[in-house]
């Protein structure tokens, strides 16, 4: 009888597939492999993009305020499409941003993360067939995203201009090709997704650039889901300008954030959508059966991180201007220590990214012929490894069929204390005495 059932058992288990057919594909994840390497090999971590310096006081403060300051109930549920503190601030906030009238409950939506902000754009809009233009190179979610959604990701890439002479490429030197940005345009397609200040490359898309995506959009009737996660974060004076505040493009565009990269705190994971109500309703369809709710505790601190930046917007007490403030000097170390030793530097104009190029360094890590892994893989592998410091390969940024053209650049975060970025100073300058000398 037991070996009757037990057979019967295995049976049951091996009868049928148990996978979706959305996840086909999909089950890969840059970060579950690369993270682990980190954890277990690196002696300096530029990989994941998340800061190693404290939070700001303000923040952790109001958290703890929260935590234990007496009003009990803000460790229970509070509304489901975001707590009305941080909606009603985040309203306020953006209305200065983008110079129009916004209801808190209609016009904002609060997510665990960007991610699920993004996560209920493709759920909300994407249909089976429909296609999404995804520029490459791309925060990564959005490829599987878009198709768990049913919907084809169409790629369009920047394509990179030579630097001017006797200087370093800037991310400003990669480009779209209005022809080919316009050729992926068709009446299949739903949306775009537009990610400035851009994760990896750190581009930061010119008002003439985002005039050109507008356009098409308002040409074609496509959606623009644009990913502004790093709004905050850009250098050199430049100006990060909002896609929803272009002509035509606020009744179309919703526009994501995090608090994570706006006040240094990646792991409270809460982040929002703005827009249009006849955009945002399908959002609320999504989140409400789905996560339905973020914590509360973290909502909370971040409604009193925002009440703090209304009030400073635009002062140099302001995090806003701190933070980008104190990560330019951080880049500008990071891009001098890879200049100095050949790795040579893609000088970003926002996020805390930068992309460098190996060709340099190639003669250590050779090639397998005809391996199934890109190079830039096998080199970010060996680096973290042999060196003990861990990166990216850009061509986890690529799509399949692109990724291949793209393999000789890794890319870093400078979001980092000072001690850190001096330790991947020290290893890189042993790197480059080991070779010369070799
Ligand atoms: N978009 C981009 C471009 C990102 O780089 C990230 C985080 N790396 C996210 C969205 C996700 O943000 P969050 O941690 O708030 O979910």
Not at 123 to 144: H, K, L, M, R, W
Not at 163 to 177: N, V, Y
Request: charged share 20%; net charge neutral.
């Amino acid at each position: 009888l037991q070996t009757h059932s037990l057979s019967l058992s295995l049976q049951a288990k091996m009868s049928r597939p148990v996978q979706a057919r959305r996840l086909e594909g999909i089950d890969k994840n840059i970060w579950v492999e690369f993270v682990k390497l980190a954890a277990t090999y690196s002696k300096v971590n530029l990989g994941q993009g998340f800061p190693d310096f404290p939070a700001p006081d303000f923040l952790t403060e109001a958290f703890t305020r929260a935590l234990s300051g007496g009003n009990h109930m803000l460790h229970q549920y509070t509304r489901g499409f975001g707590h009305p503190p941080l909606v009603k601030v985040l309203a306020q906030f953006f209305e200065k941003l983008l110079g129009r009238d916004l209801d808190p409950m209609t016009n904002v939506m609060v997510t665990v993360g960007a991610y699920q902000a993004l996560f209920c754009c493709f759920q909300a809009f994407v249909d089976e067939g429909d296609e999404v233009i995804i520029i490459e190179p791309f925060f990564d979610c959005y490829e599987p995203m878009v198709k768990m959604a049913g919907g084809t990701p169409v790629f369009v890439p920047l394509r990179p201009n030579p630097p001017k002479d006797g200087k370093l490429m800037s991310s400003a030197d990669w480009q779209l090709d209005p022809a080919e940005l316009a050729s992926k345009f068709s009446e299949r397609t739903k949306a775009i997704v537009l990610n400035s200040p851009n994760n990896p490359l750190g581009k930061v898309f010119s008002r003439g650039e985002l005039g050109l995506i507008a356009e098409l959009c308002v040409k074609h009737d496509v959606l623009c889901i644009s990913d502004e996660v790093y709004e905050w974060l850009v250098y050199d004076g430049k100006q990060h300008i909002r896609m929803a505040s272009l002509q035509g493009m606020w009744d179309r565009t919703v526009i994501i954030g995090s608090a994570g990269k706006t006040f240094s705190v990646t792991g409270w994971k809460v982040g929002w959508a703005v827009g249009p109500d006849r955009l945002l309703q399908h959002l609320r369809t999504v989140h409400q059966n789905s996560v339905y709710h973020c914590a509360t505790i973290a909502q909370e601190a971040v409604a009193q991180g925002f009440q703090r930046e209304v009030m400073l917007y635009g002062k140099p007490e302001s995090y806003f201007v701190q933070l980008p403030k104190e990560l330019q000097q951080k880049r500008d170390w990071l891009v001098q220590s890879l200049d100095g030793v050949g790795m040579k530097p893609i000088v970003p104009e926002g996020t805390y990214f930068l992309v460098a190029d190996i060709s340099q360094f190639k003669s250590d890590v050779p090639d397998v012929p005809n391996s199934d892994e890109p190079y830039d893989y096998r080199f970010a592998k060996w680096m973290v490894k042999n060196k003990g410091l861990a990166a990216i390969p850009l061509s986890a940024f690529y799509s399949e069929a692109h990724k291949n053209n793209y393999t000789n650049f890794i890319r870093f975060c400078f979001a980092k204390e000072e001690a850190t970025l001096k330790a991947a100073n020290d290893i890189l300058q042993k790197w480059k005495l080991e070779k010369t000398s070799s």
